[in-house]
């Protein structure tokens, strides 16, 4: 009896967590040529610098690099480089939470390390977020188109 | 007794020093102890003074001044003693150094070791000495009554009672300097020896007359005759006719002629501002003779015998002196090239001709002889002294030599005329000549020089800035001269402010303001300077492709002495034509791409930034939908060569893929879902993939590592003949292209 009374409090925290995911679409794909949009390496601002810690980071993609102010979703190469500890990249849209997901596994031992994408966007001026876990690392977003 | 300094000479002194520099010399043997001279260079010609060669024949030569520095100073921190140094270029020295009232000449060896001597000497041990010399003041009285001279109200100038000065400014008086074809004759036939002797007999007297009398002697005007007839044709002791009557020539002749030679605009040689004008003579009297206190001042003319003597009648008076040197050999006259086994003596070993000339300008800057300076009951009192006059070494004014004051006589004494170091190089030294010498002559130079200039400048200053010093108050009618210690001078040095840019710390800036008459006053600041430098910027947005209609803030930062303001421009950096909006950030949205800058302005100066070009890029105008098709292997370098397979790509190289029409993707797709691998990397790098036929737009796909392989996920946007391009940067590389669908 004990057992099962903490069986379904257990229970009631998983459905907590596993609720609200939203879905949305169907999306048209517009190509762009590929464009560099974020590369912390830069100086420090708003597209650049400093490297990622496990703070969120907030980045604009809409507006550049071809991207409309009307784009849903976009098409990225994300990478990596000089990563300070073995970690991973969060990449989503702005306007949720941070999501428990990973884009992305590195290592220091990486040089640098690329992985492609296709993320929604926030709908802020700041519309895509991205987080590392673990340490330091600076990330590279290329955009290779958008989806509406 | 006579020391030697071997070998060493002054060469290091040679080289050239800004006037103020302060400099020690150290271990010097005056008389019985090794001393320190504490010195200061120091100018003696104007730095645009007009120094003149007459050849007699109507040809006249500017010449420069001597290529010697010289320095002013005294025997460790003992402000009762001198020290004048005369440095030659070739590290020769001349130089006089007088401490315990004792006098001691520097001179050095005319050879290559150049070994300094300091030796002592004595007026009439001298052997250059002519204990004659006389001053025929009394009958040049014009203005002051004979008897005890007031102390005068304390003016401008803030003179108190005990002589002691309050401000801070010394004053300048401008000479012009004339001299003979005998002076010359005696110095060598050498205009050089002329302008040497000329330049250290002035720089000598200054060291006493800023000792006593904060004022700065400054050559402003020499000349020098080198032939027959010229202008001076009296000869004192020679016969002569005067006002169409035979006479005996007097120094009061000589001085008569010089005055009618400066009154006349045609024979006139400098019409610049100057306080006096001495004639330095080599004729035959050892004797001088100038009017008192006639110092910035205008000529005057002399009628009924109210100049003193009828000689003068007719003639012009002013301030003018007279010193002759005298009958002097060219032995015993003070030539630079002249030596003793080997020594160098030339001015002021000599110091009798010192001596005139520091006396007679004396006189024109309304110094009394002491000897006619009768002291008051009440004076007497004062001093606590029993003595009728000043100096007692002549009985009256003028009836000859008697005894010798317990201070020994001033410069403007007969004291000299009882023996060796009877008359003391200086103008004041107790109470008495304190209060009755030194004020009334530093009275009379106050009253007739401009107010003394007040330099306002700020406490501190930066060294990029070239930064303004001002005169607060400048009085119309009055011309500037700048100097600078440890910094440049920008542009002109003769303005009521100036520019300048400190090279070191303090900076020390001089102005000497000089009015019409030729009398000026001098006033300097210590200015400490801050090194800093112009802003550095610290961050700027970078270059960005925007896509249009958008726009993006320009923002840029920058550290370094504020405030920092900052202007953008649209186009190449440092082409300020095209400024963008004022502030920062500023909002950009261009509609076709453009470059900005920024340039970011502190108090030190300015920067400009790199350029930041947006891109404009137009998003398409149709979307595209997603298609599957099976997996399929588009190409694989490690196959045998062609279209899908080898070579490997090498470094920095590229490679155009053809992906429609392949691996059932039609002609129509516009991008293709995909999987690239690198195979087994040997190095570090990266594959890029692109639209064909566009330079490649800095993109990455796939970063590698040596020995492992890897794939990645991508998006390949095509060209529209369907194809991609490969960029690889690292080592030569194999790679894969797999799909799995296409957008279209």
Same mark, same amino acid.
């Not at chain 2, 023996?419 to 200086?426: A, K, P, V």
């Not at chain 2, 009015?515 to 210590?526: D, H, P, R, Y």
């Not at chain 2, 802003?535 to 925007?546: E, G, K, M, Q």
């Given at each position: 009896?004990?057992r099962?009374?903490?069986?379904?409090?257990?229970?009631a925290?998983l459905g907590?967590?596993?609720s609200?995911? /939203?879905q949305?679409?169907?999306?048209?794909y517009?190509p762009l040529?590929?464009?560099?949009?974020?590369?912390t390496?830069?100086a420090?601002?708003?597209?650049?610098?400093?490297?990622?810690t496990?703070?969120i980071?907030?980045?604009?993609?809409?507006?550049?690099?071809?991207v409309?102010t009307?784009a849903?979703a976009v098409?990225?190469?994300v990478t990596?480089?000089?990563a300070?500890?073995s970690?991973?990249l969060t990449?989503?849209?702005?306007n949720? /939470?941070?999501?428990?997901?990973?884009?992305?596994?590195?290592e220091p /031992?990486?040089a640098?390390? /690329?992985n492609?994408?296709?993320?929604?966007?926030?709908?802020?001026?700041?519309?895509?977020?991205?987080a590392?876990?673990?340490?330091?690392v600076?990330?590279?977003?290329?955009?290779?188109?958008?989806?509406q | 007794?006579e020391? &030697?300094?071997?070998?060493? $000479?002054?060469r290091?002194?040679?080289?050239?020093l800004a006037?103020?520099t302060r400099?020690?010399?150290?271990?010097?043997?005056?008389?019985?102890t090794?001393?320190t001279?504490e010195l200061?260079?120091?100018e %003696?010609? @104007?730095p645009?003074?007009?120094?003149v %060669?007459?050849?007699?024949?109507?040809?006249?030569?500017k010449?420069?001044?001597p290529?010697?520095?010289?320095?002013?100073?005294t025997?460790?921190?003992d402000?009762?003693?001198m020290v004048?140094?005369?440095? &030659?270029?070739?590290?020769?020295?001349?130089?006089?150094?007088?401490?315990n009232?004792?006098?001691?000449r520097?001179?050095s060896?005319?050879?290559?070791?150049?070994?300094v001597?300091?030796?002592?000497?004595?007026l009439?041990?001298d052997p250059d000495?002519e204990?004659?010399?006389t001053?025929?003041?009394?009958?040049?009285?014009l203005?002051?009554p004979?008897?005890v001279p007031?102390v005068?109200?304390d003016?401008?100038?803030g003179?108190t009672a005990?002589g #002691?000065l309050?401000? =801070?400014?010394?004053w300048?008086?401008n000479l012009?300097?004339?001299t003979?074809?005998?002076?010359?004759?005696?110095l060598?036939?050498?205009?050089?020896n002329?302008?040497t002797?000329i330049?250290?007999?002035?720089?000598?007297a200054s060291?006493i007359?800023q000792?006593?009398?904060?004022t700065?002697?400054?050559?402003?005007?020499?000349?020098v005759?080198?032939?027959?007839?010229?202008?001076?044709?009296?000869n004192?002791g020679?016969?002569?006719?005067?006002?169409g009557v035979?006479?005996?020539?007097?120094?009061s002749?000589a001085?008569a002629?010089?005055?009618?030679i400066?009154a006349?605009?045609?024979?006139?040689?400098?019409?610049?501002p100057?306080?006096s004008?001495?004639?330095v003579?080599?004729?035959?009297q050892?004797?001088g003779?100038?009017?008192?206190?006639?110092?910035?001042?205008g000529?005057?003319?002399c009628s009924g015998? *109210?100049?003193?003597?009828?000689?003068y009648?007719g003639?012009t008076?002013?301030?003018y002196a007279y010193?002759?040197?005298g009958?002097?050999?060219?032995?015993?006259v003070p030539?630079p090239n002249? =030596?003793? *086994?080997?020594?160098?003596?030339g001015?002021?070993s000599?110091?009798?001709?010192?001596?005139?000339f520091?006396?007679?300008l004396g006189?024109?800057?309304?110094?009394?002889h002491?000897?006619?300076?009768?002291?008051?009951?009440?004076?007497?009192?004062?001093? $606590?002294v029993?003595?009728?006059y000043?100096?007692e070494c002549?009985?009256g004014?003028?009836a000859g030599?008697?005894?010798?004051?317990?201070?020994k006589?001033?410069i403007m +004494?007969?004291?000299?005329?009882l023996? !060796?170091?009877? !008359?003391?190089?200086?103008f004041g030294?107790?109470l008495?000549?304190s209060?009755l010498m030194?004020n009334?002559?530093?009275n009379?130079?106050n009253s &007739?020089?401009?107010?003394?200039?007040?330099i306002?400048?700020?406490?501190s200053?930066?060294?990029?800035?070239?930064?303004?010093a001002t005169?607060?108050?400048p009085?119309?009618?009055?011309t500037y001269?700048?100097s600078?210690?440890?910094?440049t001078?920008?542009g002109?040095?003769?303005?009521?402010?100036?520019?300048?840019?400190? =090279?070191?710390?303090p900076?020390?800036l001089r102005?000497?303001?000089t009015?019409?008459?030729?009398?000026?006053? !001098?006033?300097?600041?210590?200015?400490?300077v801050?090194?800093? $430098?112009p802003?550095?910027?610290?961050?700027?947005?970078?270059?960005?492709?925007?896509t249009?209609g958008?726009?993006? *803030?320009?923002?840029?930062?920058?550290s370094?002495?504020?405030p920092i303001?900052?202007?953008w421009?649209?186009g190449?950096?440092?082409n300020t034509?095209?400024?963008?909006a004022v502030?920062?950030?500023?909002?950009? +949205?261009?509609?076709s791409t453009?470059?900005?800058?920024?340039?970011?302005?502190?108090?030190?100066?300015?920067?400009?930034?790199?350029?930041v #070009?947006l891109?404009?890029? #137009?998003?398409?105008?149709?979307?595209?939908?997603?298609y599957?098709v099976?997996?399929?292997?588009?190409?694989?370098t490690?196959?045998?060569?062609?279209?899908? $397979?080898?070579?490997?790509?090498?470094?920095?190289?590229?490679r155009?893929v053809?992906?429609?029409g392949?691996?059932?993707?039609?002609?129509? @797709?516009?991008?293709?879902?995909a999987?690239?691998?690198?195979?087994f990397?040997?190095?570090?790098?990266?594959?890029?993939?692109?639209?064909?036929g566009v330079?490649w737009?800095?993109?990455?796909?796939l970063?590698y590592?040596?020995?492992? #392989? &890897?794939?990645?996920?991508?998006i390949l %946007?095509l060209s529209?003949?369907?194809?991609v391009?490969?960029?690889?940067?690292?080592a030569?590389?194999h790679?894969?292209i797999?799909v799995?669908?296409?957008?279209?």
């Open positions: 009896m004990r099962l009374i903490l069986l379904a409090f257990l229970v925290a907590m967590t596993s609200a995911l /939203a949305s679409g169907p999306y048209q517009f040529s590929p464009c560099r949009v974020v590369d390496r830069g420090n601002g708003t597209n650049g610098g400093p490297a990622l496990n703070a980071r907030s980045f604009t993609v809409r507006g550049f690099c071809g409309p009307s849903k098409s990225l190469n990596v480089t000089g300070s500890a970690s991973w990449v989503w849209p702005s949720v /939470a941070k999501p428990f997901v990973s884009m992305l596994n590195f /031992a990486d640098a390390l /690329a492609g994408v296709i993320v929604g966007l926030g709908t802020a001026s700041q519309d895509l977020s991205v590392n876990a673990v340490g330091g600076h990330c590279i977003i290329d955009v290779t188109g958008y989806f | 007794m020391s &030697r300094i071997e070998g060493r $000479g002054f290091g002194l040679s080289r050239p006037p103020g400099i020690s010399l150290e271990r010097i043997p005056v008389g019985d090794v001393a001279l200061e260079r120091f %003696v010609w @104007a645009d003074a007009e120094i %060669v007459e050849y007699g024949d109507g040809r006249r030569e010449v420069g001044p290529p010697v520095q010289y320095f002013r100073g025997v460790g921190d402000p009762d003693s004048f140094v005369a440095v &030659r270029t070739d590290g020769a020295v001349e130089g006089m150094v007088i401490s009232d004792r006098r001691y520097m001179n060896r005319n050879d290559e070791a150049k070994d001597f300091v030796e002592e000497v004595g009439a041990d000495a204990p004659g010399f001053c025929d003041l009394d009958k040049t009285r203005e002051t004979r008897g007031t005068r109200s003016a401008a100038g003179v005990n #002691t309050s401000a =801070t400014g010394t300048t008086l012009a300097i004339e003979d074809f005998e002076l010359y004759t005696d060598g036939n050498s205009v050089a002329v302008n002797f330049g250290n007999l002035v720089g000598a060291v007359y000792r006593d009398l904060r700065d002697l400054v050559i402003a005007f020499s000349r005759q080198t032939a027959v007839g010229d202008p001076f044709t009296v004192p020679s016969a002569g006719t005067w006002n035979g006479t005996t020539f007097g120094t002749h001085l002629e010089l005055g009618d400066w006349n605009a045609g024979t006139r040689p400098f019409s610049g100057r306080s004008v001495v004639l003579s080599g004729k035959n050892t004797a003779v100038a009017w008192i206190g006639r110092s910035c001042q000529d005057f003319t015998g *109210n100049c003193g003597d009828a000689l009648n003639h008076g002013g301030a010193v002759g040197l009958n002097q050999t060219s032995t015993t030539n002249n =030596t003793n *086994n080997g020594v160098l003596y001015l002021p000599n110091y009798w001709a010192l001596l005139g520091a006396h007679e006189h024109n800057v309304d110094g009394p002491t000897h006619c300076v009768s002291l008051t009951p009440e004076q007497k009192t004062q001093y $606590g029993t003595r009728n000043i100096d002549v009985t004014c003028f030599p008697t005894s010798v004051p317990p201070e006589g001033t +004494s007969y004291c000299h005329l023996g !060796s170091s009877q !008359s003391r190089f200086l030294r107790t008495e000549t209060e030194v009334r002559i530093r009379y130079i &007739r020089t401009p107010a003394s200039p007040a306002s400048v700020p406490s200053l930066d060294v990029n800035t070239s930064s303004n005169i607060s108050a009085v119309g009618g009055i001269n700048w600078i210690v440890n910094g001078i920008n002109a040095t003769t303005g009521s402010s100036i520019n300048f840019t400190a =090279t070191a710390n900076v020390t102005v000497r303001g009015n019409a008459s030729g009398c000026a006053a !001098s006033e300097s600041v210590n200015v400490t801050n090194t800093c $430098g802003p550095v910027i610290t961050s700027i947005t970078p270059s960005a492709t925007l249009l958008s726009g993006v *803030n320009l923002e840029a930062t920058a370094g002495a504020g303001t900052y202007q421009y649209v190449t950096p440092g034509s095209t400024p963008a502030g920062n950030p500023i909002s950009a +949205s261009p509609v453009t470059t900005y800058w920024v340039r970011a302005t502190g108090s030190c100066g300015s920067v400009d930034s790199s350029a #070009t891109s404009v890029v #137009t998003p398409p105008a149709t979307g595209t939908s997603l599957i099976t997996p399929c292997r588009i190409i694989d490690r196959d045998p060569d062609g279209p899908a $397979g080898g070579p490997a790509l090498a470094n920095l190289a590229m155009n053809q992906i429609a392949v691996c059932g993707i039609p002609n129509a @797709a516009t991008a293709v879902v999987n690239v691998t690198a195979i990397p040997s190095a570090v790098g990266f594959l890029s993939f692109y639209p064909a330079p737009p800095g993109n990455s796909t970063n590592r040596a020995g492992k #392989t &890897r794939g990645n996920n991508a %946007v529209g003949d369907g194809r391009t490969a960029f690889n940067s690292g030569t590389q790679f894969i797999d799995t669908g296409y957008y279209q």
